[in-house]
Nanobody
Framework: QLQLVESGGGLVQPGGSLRLSCAASGFTLAYYTIGWFRQAPGKEREGVSCMGRSGSSTNYADSVKGRFTISRDNAKNTVYLQMNNLKPEDTAIYYC?????????????????WGQGTQVTVSS
């Protein structure tokens, strides 16, 4: 059964850090482009960061550059998003997603498989 399960979300104060994980089962992660997306209340889902199969191609939204880092551990079939210096505007549900094939764009429509999401709330 193909499944993506996110974890690591929660409530954090501004300036704090969280690390999101996404465990993939039923997939061989090395064959997939990976992505993290988020959806804030009343807003469309947006691409946060994506990474190609080899790890050499990465993309970050301008709003998170320098603060977030995407990574993958193919041996553990797990994807990560390290989030530092969090801001209230980072509050959203965060989703991981996989795409068959090469990395081209970090946009929702290109990704085939999705997790259920994990809530991140940044508030004092």
């Amino acid at each position: 059964q193909l499944q993506l399960v996110e974890s690591g979300g929660g409530l954090v104060q501004p300036g704090g850090s969280l690390r999101l994980s996404c465990a993939a089962s039923g997939f061989t992660l090395a064959y997939y482009t990976i992505g993290w997306f988020r959806q804030a209340p009343g807003k469309e889902r947006e691409g946060v960061s994506c990474m190609g199969r080899s790890g050499s191609s990465t993309n970050y939204a301008d709003s998170v550059k320098g603060r977030f880092t995407i990574s993958r551990d193919n041996a553990k079939n797990t994807v990560y998003l390290q989030m530092n210096n969090l801001k209230p505007e980072d509050t959203a549900i965060y989703y991981c997603a996989l795409k068959s094939g090469l990395f081209r764009r970090c946009v929702e429509i290109e990704y085939d498989y999705w997790g259920q999401g994990t809530q991140v709330t940044v508030s004092s």
